[in-house]
């Protein structure tokens, strides 16, 4: 194991959620890599949206709460430029070796990936609030 991947293992933390036998590989690579780095980057995902918000729709602070997860929804799943942007900052902190399998069932993982990332950015919309008063 390189020293660069050590020093992502040992920073980004535990695997968050049950991992067993019966598990999947999709949800093993899951609950091993993805959750403990989208954990990580949680900060940097509520910033880099915040300027998403301010580049593409300032009116977003005047919609209704079911708007506006309907517009993190869209964003993330509309906007390959942005999307892709997300998705960078998740593979980046990847060993070799989780990198290697994730390319292996890259579109399956995308797709969690994704998933997962609406889910954190929903949880998280009261933040987005914050960016209204600043």
């Given at each position: 194991m390189t020293t660069r991947d050590r020093y992502i293992i040992e920073n980004r933390g535990e695997a968050l959620g049950v991992v067993t036998e019966q598990s999947s590989s999709e949800e093993k690579f899951q609950n091993v890599t993805l959750r403990p780095i989208l954990k990580l980057q949680n900060d940097l995902f509520v910033d880099v949206f915040k300027n998403y918000?301010?580049?593409?729709?300032?009116?977003?602070?005047?919609?209704?709460?079911?708007?506006?997860?309907q517009f993190i929804d869209n964003s993330i799943q509309k906007d390959i430029k942005f999307r892709n942007s997300l998705k960078g900052m998740v593979i980046g902190l990847f060993t070799i070796n989780e990198y290697q399998d994730y390319i292996k069932n890259s579109s399956k993982l995308n797709k969690r990936?994704?998933?997962?990332?609406?889910?954190?950015?929903?949880?998280?919309?009261?933040?987005?609030?914050?960016?209204?008063?600043?």
């Open positions: 918000i301010s580049k593409h729709k300032n009116d977003f602070y005047s919609y209704s709460n079911e708007k506006k997860l990936m994704m998933n997962m990332l609406i889910e954190r950015l929903k949880s998280n919309i009261l933040l987005f609030d914050t960016q209204q008063a600043s």
